[in-house]
């Protein structure tokens, strides 16, 4: 149980150009979800918590209207990179709330942008 | 600010030996603590938690974590290690129960020789 998927796996864009990462929970029922990125070698940094029905919180730092996130149900989240550039590339993970308190993660979805 | 600190970055060992990775937090308060595993291209697992009663917990793949309050420290062992668990283990905190937002460790690359 507490499966978290991630789509697509790996996405290469060009600049200038928007991807959206959908991030699902199979087998439970998600009211919050997080969003992550994680750098080579280094730990998860945590971009958004992301609410069903409102608007998703974000971290200090973190750009709102460069990365929007969508929550429009309980079992689905979507990041949108929007206008991405390759500093944007990185390993963007996600998350969501299964037993309680725990996170159960997503495989992750690596973008590149060229 | 509150801090989860991983003072190993990098740990080699051979097969059957013990291992410990240190954890240690900042918060002073009630909290919840959590070791993950990430094996090489996958994503992160949860090996074990503690959010009350013995602070001795066994997790998954014979791993076992001691929560010690007054070092504030929330160590992860397992006592003859295998090839297998060559992966990055991060330590994650929460503060107390309802709160679900994680401060990860910068995370332990263990390595197991054969």
């Known amino acids: 149980g507490a499966v978290v998927s991630q789509h697509p796996s790996w996405v290469i864009c060009k600049s200038g150009t928007s991807v959206k990462i959908e991030c699902r929970s199979l087998?439970?029922?998600?009211?919050?979800m997080f969003w992550y990125r994680q750098f080579p070698k280094q730990s998860l940094m945590l971009m958004a918590t992301?609410?069903?029905?409102?608007?998703?919180?974000?971290e200090q730092g973190v750009e709102k209207d460069k990365f929007l996130i969508n929550h429009a149900s309980l079992t689905l989240s979507t990041l949108t990179v929007t206008s991405a550039h390759p500093e944007d590339s990185s390993f963007y993970i996600c998350?969501?709330?299964?037993?309680?308190?725990?996170?159960?993660f997503g495989p992750g979805t690596r973008l590149t942008v060229l | 600010a509150q801090s989860v600190s991983q003072h190993n970055h990098h740990v080699i060992l051979s097969e059957a030996a013990s291992l410990e990775l240190g954890c240690n937090y900042s918060?002073?308060?009630?909290?919840?603590l959590f070791w993950y595993v990430q094996y090489p291209g996958q994503h992160l697992q949860l090996l074990l938690k503690?959010?009350?009663?013995?602070?001795l917990v066994k997790g998954i793949k014979g791993f076992e974590a001691e929560f010690i309050k007054s070092k504030f420290s929330f160590n992860l062992r397992k006592p003859s290690v295998q090839w297998s668990d060559t992966a990055e283990y991060f330590c994650?905190?929460?503060?107390?129960?309802?709160?679900?937002?994680?401060?990860f460790g910068t995370g332990t690359r263990l390595k197991v020789l054969a």
């Open positions: 992301s609410n069903e029905g409102s608007k998703a919180t974000y």
């Open positions: 994650a905190v929460t503060r107390g129960s309802g709160t679900y937002k994680y401060i």
């Open positions: 918060y002073g308060g009630t909290v919840n």
């Open positions: 503690y959010f009350s009663g013995d602070p």
């Open positions: 087998d439970f029922q998600a009211t919050t």
């Open positions: 998350s969501a709330i299964g037993d309680v308190d725990t996170q159960y």
